[in-house]
T-cell receptor, first 114, second 111 residues
Framework: NAGVTQTPKFRILKIGQSMTLQCTQD?????MYWYRQDPGMGLKLIYY???????DKGEVPNGYNVSRSTTEDFPLRLELAAPSQTSVYFC?????????????FGPGTRLTVT | KQEVTQIPAALSVPEGENLVLNCSFT??????LQWFRQDPGKGLTSLLL?????REQTSGRLNASLDKSSGRSTLYIAASQPGDSATYLC??????????FGPGTRLSVLP
């Protein structure tokens, strides 16, 4: 059971370039999330999904897109990279929502846009 | 809008000390509160989850308490060890909303 995996671990982009951050979970979780973490700050939710084919915006969705074609995969797309998107990106998943459901996190992708 | 704060922002203690980390939230209508540990350059590891109906949870040397009415949670670490050095984050989930994270407390336990 690998849990939540993310690729790549590190990436440097030039302004205006595009890339996709990959996230896969093997726990058959319905819910998946993308967060970004800026230095000294808590995590902020970018997008989330409650199941295959269903996605919704979080707190900071501008500049990002997502898709959820399968239960396992939840890629995050940056179309026109900007310096403000320099951050560490975490993918997470949970079986459900509510009192007793924990979130499980991937190791993160450190992205620098220059 | 839910806001989560953590005090102190950083803490340095000698090995063996007992310590308390604090988490405060503004909206008490929560499903649960979760404490995480984050090692440098790593993802988050769940430590304890307290459901809204619970007052505390324990795991080994860790004890987390929840007081919804006052909007507070504490994480108590007994007999701290250098291996406990990490950033500790709390997160709350409100009814019908997503998780909101605090900024974390960076803990250093000195040998």
């Amino acid at each position: 059971n690998a849990g939540v995996t993310q690729t790549p671990k590190f990436r440097i982009l030039k302004i205006g370039q595009s890339m996709t951050l990959q996230c896969t979970q093997d726990m058959n979780h319905n819910y998946m999330y993308w967060y970004r973490q800026d230095p000294g700050m808590g995590l902020k939710l970018i997008y989330y999904s409650v199941g295959a084919g269903i996605t919704d915006k979080g707190e900071v969705p501008n500049g990002y897109n997502v898709s959820r074609s399968t239960t396992e995969d939840f890629p995050l797309r940056l179309e026109l990279a900007a310096p403000s998107q320099t951050s560490v990106y975490f993918c997470a998943s949970s079986l459900g929502r509510g009192s007793s459901y924990e979130q499980y996190f991937g190791p993160g992708t450190r992205l620098t846009v220059t | 809008k839910q806001e989560v704060t953590q005090i102190p922002a950083a803490l340095s203690v000698p090995e063996g000390e007992n310590l308390v980390l604090n988490c405060s939230f503004t909206d008490s209508a929560i499903y649960n509160l979760q404490w995480f540990r984050q090692d440098p350059g790593k993802g988050l590891t769940s430590l304890l989850l307290i459901q809204s109906s619970q007052r505390e949870q324990t795991s080994g040397r860790l004890n987390a308490s929840l007081d919804k009415s006052s909007g507070r949670s504490t994480l108590y670490i007994a007999a701290s060890q250098p291996g406990d050095s990490a950033t500790y984050l709390c997160a709350v989930e409100n009814y019908g909303q997503n998780f909101v994270f605090g900024p974390g407390t960076r803990l250093s336990v000195l040998p």
